[in-house]
């Protein structure tokens, strides 16, 4: 059965793409890689023995969104990760973000339609509850308004499908995800930020491996055990492995109803020092950090309710967050010897 991952050289989606194929489905990746490399095709290839086929497409032009599926007449259903997703480069630029996160959307779903494809599966984001006022944040914990216009995209994109879903014409689970790390344990695919990373786990590995001169923790003055903020950390694989139970579930008809939302964490929280110990632990190294002034419009903290997935999906984040790290070093050695 072929399935459509938009977005598949992406961090998240290569990992999914892995797990796609060693569940036994064809895949097809889009990308147009402005934020990934080409090259991830051949390492997925090297993790699964079949380079999955790729289109170089970029989704927010319409014509080219339809000719792909023109040219794949037998996908049955689309992952959708691609999406411009740094936070603070949204606020500088929001009409790229909504042209590009939205209108890809749109653009897809259109395409469906035509082609009568009725599965969706996208990649939401624990953003939309922004600082929620009830911890753990259930499915059903309201969503606040954005914090950014990435965010909002993201609330955009739930409604518009929760409307089309509406129409009779889709069914689909928004997955919403806390905080993935960590790389594939084989070290062969991972994370690979563009520039200076924005977000903590890369940021660390980055400077322990020298390519950064210290980290920032920002702010140690919040009210959690530590004084540093607490997050959901999830393993990427983990993440990777819940989007072929959630394909499954509604190529099954196994929906509750048409229009389903999951949380994807580990439902633990951890602070920005507990992350840091247990990179220290796991690889050895003493990392150079500094704490600094809070960074702007971050929250305090969250991590998920996961009792509704565990139940629903039948399915549970295994591993922890050593586990998470060692991966992530591992990726960033495999990197600096790749890079010799
Ligand atoms: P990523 O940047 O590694 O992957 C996204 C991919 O989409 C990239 O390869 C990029 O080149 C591609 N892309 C972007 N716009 C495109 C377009 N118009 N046409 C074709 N391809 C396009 O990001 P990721 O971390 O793998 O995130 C995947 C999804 O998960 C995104 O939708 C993101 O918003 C969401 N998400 C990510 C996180 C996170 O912390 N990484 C958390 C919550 C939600
Ligand atoms: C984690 C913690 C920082 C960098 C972002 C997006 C969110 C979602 C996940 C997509 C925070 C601290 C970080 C650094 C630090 N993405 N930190 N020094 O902010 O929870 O969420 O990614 O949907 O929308 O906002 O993740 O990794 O940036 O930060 O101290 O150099 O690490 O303050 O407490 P965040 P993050």
Same mark, same amino acid.
């Given at each position: 059965?072929?399935?459509?991952? &938009? @977005? ?68 049955? +259903? ?48 624990? &953003?939309?509850?922004?600082? +929620? ?17 990435? @965010? ?37 695919? @991972?994370?690979?930020?563009? @520039? ?51 394909? /499954? ?66 399915? /549970? ?24």
């Amino acid at each position: 059965m072929k399935i459509l991952v &938009t @977005g598949g050289t992406g961090y998240i989606g290569s990992h999914t793409v892995v797990e796609l194929q060693q569940a036994g489905y064809e895949v097809v990746v889009v990308d147009n890689l402005i934020n990934s490399e080409k090259s991830v095709i051949d390492s997925i290839g090297k993790i699964t023995g079949i380079a999955p086929d790729f289109e170089e497409i970029d989704l927010s032009d319409p014509a080219m969104t339809d000719k792909l599926f023109e040219n794949h007449p037998d996908i049955k +259903a689309v992952i959708h990760f691609a999406a411009l997703k740094a936070v603070g480069d949204s606020v500088k630029r929001p009409l790229e973000y909504y042209r590009n996160n939205i209108f890809s959307l749109v653009n897809l779903l259109e395409a469906m339609k035509r082609y009568d494809i009725k599965h969706f599966v996208f990649s939401s984001s624990c &953003t939309v509850y922004g600082q +929620a006022d009830e911890l753990p944040v259930k499915e059903s914990t309201p969503r606040k308004d954005a914090e950014s216009p990435y @965010g909002n995209t993201k609330k955009i994109a739930e409604d518009i499908l929760e409307n089309v879903v509406r129409t009779g014409s889709l069914q689909c689970i928004a997955l919403r995800y806390f905080n993935p790390i960590g790389a594939h344990p084989s070290a062969v695919i @991972g994370e690979l930020p563009i @520039g200076v990373p924005d977000n903590l786990v890369p940021y660390i590995t980055q400077t322990a491996i020298g390519i950064r001169k210290k980290l920032m923790v920002f702010g140690n003055d919040y009210s959690t055990k530590d004084g540093t903020p607490i997050r959901d950390y999830i393993h990427v694989l983990d993440l990777a492995q819940a989007h072929v139970v959630a394909l /499954k579930r509604m190529l099954e008809n196994k929906q509750r109803s048409p229009w389903e939302i999951f949380n994807l964490g580990t439902g633990n929280g951890f602070t920005v020092l507990e992350v840091i110990n247990s990179f220290e632990k796991v690889s050895g190294q003493k990392l150079n950090y500094e704490i600094v002034e809070r960074r702007a419009g971050d929250i305090e903290k969250v991590w998920a309710d996961t009792e509704y997935a565990n139940r629903e999906l039948g399915w /549970k984040a295994v591993r922890d967050l050593d586990e998470m790290m060692r991966s992530a070093w591992d990726w960033e050695l495999a990197m600096k010897e790749r890079n010799k």
